[in-house]
Structures are given as structure tokens and as C-alpha cells.
């Protein structure tokens, strides 16, 4: 089986003249990317301050934003027989711009999904709930495809962002797991894949305690 390294490596050379030619139009492509990505994390972060202000809690831990490498999205337009173009990459690729938000506690997750779905200038494109439905491995996370503008100084352009809503205990879980076998095709029925998952499910176990803990702490203090 080909490493995941040569696999990037023969897929930045069979894309580099391509872009190479669109060099510039890749680059103010990703700006805005970047541009989106800066609006989903402000965003997140007023929620978590007015929430702070009304609960004294943060409910957001960490948050965290990557831009899809070139060599991610070379091989998943190929992957998908997509055409290879700019327009191509901005219509058909719905995760160049990815927000992992990690929260406390499971139900931080819906609560922050809910308000941000409220505001008027968010479009929900998709849903995927791994938390409530989780994928045969273990791996737990909301994951939502928005499309929102970002303001340009003489027009507005609306862009997707995918954002993963987890909590720490999945968030841990995910990284570590994504590590040692996403992608690296071991075998689901393997002795690792059924310890990963056995974690997983240890994992759910502290987020459901984790999750009464502060409800209980809260019935407490009044
Ligand atoms: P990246 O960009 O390197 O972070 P795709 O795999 O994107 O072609 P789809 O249907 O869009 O297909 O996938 P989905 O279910 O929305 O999940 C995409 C992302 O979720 C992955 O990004 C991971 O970050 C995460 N994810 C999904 N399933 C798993 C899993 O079983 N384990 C772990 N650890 N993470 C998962 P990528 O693909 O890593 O791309």
C-alpha cells in the first residue's frame, strides 16, 4: 500500500504547472476562504462571550481553523472526477474553509449549532450528525456545510465554511484516532480498530458524566 507522504508527493507533482498557471486566481481564491473563516470564528466568539456573561461559563474550549491544503484538494477534486478549474474548486468543494469548534460539553455542541443557525445571514447547506448518529468506528461530531457572506469593499461574496462541532473528550478521540488509522486503511475489524473503538466508547462514558456533573454543580450554587 502507497504512504500517505508519496501519495501527497505524486499528487503536488501531477497538479504543480496547473497551479502554477492559476497561481493567482488559487491564491485570492483562498483569501476569501480565509476571509470566511475570520467571520465563523468572530461569530463564535460573541457566543461565547455573551454566554460567559449570562451562565459564567465559556461553553466554547478551543477553536480551531485550517485552510485545505492544495494537495488535499487536487486529490479529492480527482477522487470525485470534478473538473479542475477555480470555479470548479469554489462550486463543488464545500470544506476548503474548516472550523473545528471544540465545546465543554455535548449539549454546548447543539446549543451553539442552534444559535448560529439563527442568525439571518447564515444558510445551513448540510448536516451530518456523527454525535447522535456515530460512524461504525466510534468517531462522534456535528458536522455542518454554512454558506455566508464576507463583505469585500465594493461587493459581497458568499462563501461555504465546514464546520465540525466536538467536544474535547471526541476531539481527543478524532485526533489521535485520525493519527493512527484514518486514512491508513487498517482493517475495521482489526485488534486496533476495536480498541479505538472501545476508547470511543469509554469517551461518550466521561462526556455523558462531564455533562450531569455541570448540571448538577448548577442546581447547586442557588
Ligand atoms: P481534511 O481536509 O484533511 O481535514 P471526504 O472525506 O471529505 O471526501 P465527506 O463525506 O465530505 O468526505 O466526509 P465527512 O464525513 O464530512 O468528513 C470529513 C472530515 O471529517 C474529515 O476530513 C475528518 O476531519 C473528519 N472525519 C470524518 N470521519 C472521520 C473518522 O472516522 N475519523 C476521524 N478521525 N475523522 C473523521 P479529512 O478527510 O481528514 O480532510
Known sequence: MENNDN?????IKKFQPWLE???DEYLELMAYYRCAMME????????NE????????????????????????????ERRGYELSIESIERNLDDVAGIRLICKCPSDIYML????LRQDDVILVEKKDYVKEPKANGYRSLHLIIALPIFLHDHKKIMTVEIQFRTIAMDWWATLEHEIRYKKNI??????????????????EIDTEIERIYVDSLKKRY
Open 7 to 11: 501519495k501527497q508527493y505524486h499528487t
Open 21 to 23: 498557471q492559476y497561481r
Open 40 to 47: 465563523v470564528e468572530t461569530k463564535f466568539r460573541v457566543l
Open 50 to 77: 455573551e454566554y460567559s456573561l449570562r451562565h459564567e461559563r465559556n461553553p466554547i474550549d478551543s477553536i480551531k481553523s485550517r485552510l485545505k491544503t492544495p494537495e488535499s484538494i487536487f486529490e479529492k477534486i
Open 113 to 116: 449549532c442552534d444559535a448560529l
Open 187 to 204: 482493517n475495521d475489524d482489526s485488534e486496533i480498530a476495536r480498541r479505538l473503538l472501545a476508547c470511543a466508547e469509554t469517551c461518550f
